[in-house]
Nanobody, 124 residues
């Protein structure tokens, strides 16, 4: 079992930055591929960024490419999402998730473990 806890959300003006953290307990991250998803009110949960199964590759949604960066510190069992040049349309609850098999990184259905989410609000 893996327990995931996100932190770092908040209110920021457009153009600003936030860094989200996702800390795992119960099992090390090195054996799981990790991703970030988000869900805005009235919308479906969508893929944001993820590591590939080996951990060596990273993938991003087109809407965040060039602005967001996913990184990890295995010694701290923590994954980060650095978000720069934030836009009002980035407003959502952000979730980190981990999967225990080599499924498609962009599908929420392939993730076994989820955090509780952290709210990010970007004002215009």
């Amino acid at each position: 079992q893996v327990q995931l806890v996100e932190s770092g959300g908040g209110l920021v003006q457009a153009g600003g930055s936030l860094r989200l953290s996702c800390t795992a307990s119960g099992r090390t991250f090195s054996s799981n591929a990790v991703g970030w998803f988000r869900q805005a009110p009235g919308k479906e949960r969508e893929f944001v960024a993820a590591f590939g199964w080996s951990g060596a590759s990273t993938y991003y949604a087109d809407s965040v490419k060039g602005r967001f960066t996913i990184s990890r510190d295995n010694a701290k069992n923590t994954v980060y999402l650095q978000m720069n040049s934030l836009k009002p349309e980035d407003t959502a609850v952000y979730y980190c998730a981990a999967r225990s098999w080599n499924g498609y990184y962009g599908s929420a259905k392939n993730y076994d473990y989820w955090g509780q989410g952290t709210q990010v609000t970007v004002s215009s």
